[in-house]
């Protein structure tokens, strides 16, 4: 499904976009990826939603990739015998091991791990930061806090810690059930949450065993400040404003996207800003305008992805907020700004010989007539490599892999065509040339540029390039052998 923009959506599925009719709406709305929420459903439900992903996928004849978001370790405090309380600012409280119920002096919070990494002076934050303790004094089995931001507690709230490294895994038992079953189903993307050192994710790729590709959620601060170990481990990077915006001070929150941004891009590798982008489509089928700043802001600093999650997953309007963010990302890719933009952060990448035909084949397709560039993928990285560039002409991405297909779904430009694999470079063009018409790219007097790798089928062979005619009666007469 060719769209009008660059620029991926990626929208959550939940009970307000569960059935086949919805699924598919939300695609021709302009879904190019669907995430799967494993926090929220069955084992039994993800399948039906996957199942139904895959007939719209036949259906439709797109290429559709299924991101499956791993929950990570959940850290709550226990419960209350009133089912709540009242924290004044001031007041001390105490957090510990002890699973009575708890009143306004003190609660459970089962996890000694946390007590085991916390020092006199750190903060701990309830509620998604709306509570804001300050520990005094601390053991292995309690905490005596003072409250310096008060509010209600209730039974249950989430917690952060936000000061120091915690000794935990970034997959908890119930993440790997769901990371072998999601694997076993066919995702294509695998999203871990608490992500805090390299070790993470190549504990994930172990269990994965290259079944999909690997991205990396940004939501704590020690993962912002070893990213460049975590990047270099991963396959993709998520970053994830809500819980940044938890553990950080806001206003940390926009250079770190838009540096965190940038080195994706500069290291080939696709990147979805995510979070509150349409949140008040929830409720509303008008987005606020400052929310539309936003989405465009993620756009224009070349973020391959931008995500919905409970406005199409649980809102009373998915389909408006796809179409939402599908037209404004039409209208910024349009902007002579955005262009210049994103052409000023382009870096000169020369390290190889795929990345100087990658740019050989920009620098054509924008100082001639060119229609599209066409790569000829394997495993996915030329496709990637002529992404960084962000041509000014569409990228066709031509493979014989439907999971290769797939995955680059997520990835900026990529419009995916399956072909039959490839022995003859003469046969590629051919191919490049057909996908061109019937994508409506190119006209049979227009020209495309192919690039692929010789011998075909080995990764990591990115070699050669041409520029071809559409018309296929030219590229034999050109190229009678």
């Not at 790997?176 to 190549?202: C, H, I, Y």
């Not at 270099?232 to 553990?247: C, H, Q, T």
Request: aromatic share 4%; with cysteine.
């Amino acid at each position: 499904m060719k769209r009008m923009r660059n620029v991926k959506i990626v929208a959550t599925l939940g009970p307000a976009s569960d059935d086949y009719d919805m699924i598919r709406a939300l695609h021709e709305a302009g879904a190019d990826v669907f995430r799967l929420n494993m926090s929220h459903g069955s084992h039994d439900e993800i399948a039906k939603k996957h199942a139904i992903i895959r007939q719209v996928e036949q259906d439709t004849g797109s290429s559709i990739a299924i991101l499956a978001d791993l929950q990570g370790p959940k850290l709550r405090v226990g419960v209350f015998a009133g089912d709540s309380e009242m924290l004044e600012e001031g007041a001390k409280f105490r957090l510990d091991l002890d699973t009575a119920d708890g009143d306004s002096s003190r609660v459970c919070l089962p996890h000694p791990e946390i007590f085991a990494a916390l020092e006199v002076g750190k903060s701990l934050l309830v509620n998604d930061g709306k509570i804001r303790l300050q520990v005094e004094d601390c053991g292995p089995d309690y905490a005596n806090c003072v409250v310096i931001a008060g509010g209600v507690i209730s039974n249950r709230k989430g917690v952060n810690v936000p000061d120091v490294e915690l000794p935990l895994a970034a997959l908890s038992e119930k993440d790997r059930a769901d990371l072998e079953f999601t694997a076993k189903l066919g995702v294509d993307w695998m999203a871990l949450s608490f992500v805090q050192r390299p070790a993470d994710v190549e504990e994930a790729r172990q269990l994965v065993k290259g079944r999909a590709a690997i991205l990396s959620k940004i939501e704590k601060p020690n993962a912002v400040e070893r990213f460049d170990a975590i990047l270099a481990a991963s396959d993709g990077i998520m970053v994830a404003r809500g819980d940044l915006g938890v553990e950080l001070p806001v206003q940390n929150v926009p250079p770190i996207q838009k540096r965190l941004v940038r080195k994706c891009r500069n290291a080939a590798k696709p990147v979805i800003v995510a979070t509150q982008m349409l949140e008040s489509m929830i409720e509303s089928p008008m987005p606020t305008r400052a929310e539309v700043s936003d989405v465009a802001t993620a756009i224009y600093e070349g973020a391959d992805a931008v995500m919905l999650s409970a406005e199409s997953a649980a809102g009373s309007y998915p389909i408006e907020a796809v179409t939402t963010m599908d037209r404004v990302a039409a209208e910024v890719e349009q902007d002579p700004t955005y262009t210049q933009i994103i052409e000023a952060s382009r870096t000169a990448n020369r390290g190889s010989v795929a990345d100087g035909i990658v740019a050989a084949a920009r620098e054509i397709a924008e100082t001639t007539n060119i229609k599209a560039i066409c790569c000829f993928t394997q495993s996915g990285t030329t496709a990637l490599l002529v992404s960084r560039e962000r041509p000014r002409v569409p990228i066709i991405a031509l493979t014989p892999l439907s999971g290769t297909a797939r995955r680059l779904a997520l990835s900026w430009g990529c419009y995916c065509v399956i072909t039959p694999t490839m022995d003859r470079f003469k046969g590629a063009v051919v191919s490049a040339a057909k996908a061109a018409l019937e994508g409506g790219f190119g006209t049979v007097e227009d020209q495309i540029v192919v690039t692929a790798g010789v011998p075909f089928n080995v990764t990591g062979t990115t070699n050669i390039l041409r520029v071809a005619p559409c018309d296929e009666r030219l590229i034999f007469a050109t190229d009678p052998e």
